[in-house]
């Protein structure tokens, strides 16, 4: 018999809170809970609930601020 356990390498990680799992990861975009922009996610701490997220798109002058956030404050876009 085969053995069908499989391995999956990614940066960042997962975020299981049932009912309800969302997974985020370095690249992606998402929403703030307090607002309907666009962010990009930069990094992803999973052991401390932290991430660090940048409005997209990127401000053509200066760039956009990265900040961190609470990963309870955000969501997946939709």
């Known amino acids: 018999m085969p053995n ?18 969302m997974s ?3 690249g ?3 929403n ?12 992803v ?5 932290r991430c660090w997220v940048r409005r997209w798109p990127i401000e053509p002058q200066g760039g956009s601020p990265v900040f961190e956030i609470s990963l309870n404050q955000i969501r997946n876009l939709g």
Not at 8 to 14: N, R, V
Not at 34 to 43: A, H, K, L, S
């Open 4 to 21: 069908l356990t499989q391995t999956t390498l990614h940066q960042g990680c997962l975020i299981q809170d049932a009912p309800n799992a």
């Open 24 to 26: 985020i990861h370095q």
């Open 28 to 30: 992606d975009c998402v």
């Open 32 to 43: 703030l809970n307090r607002d309907e922009n666009t962010y990009q996610v930069i990094g």
């Open 45 to 49: 701490d999973g052991d401390h609930d």
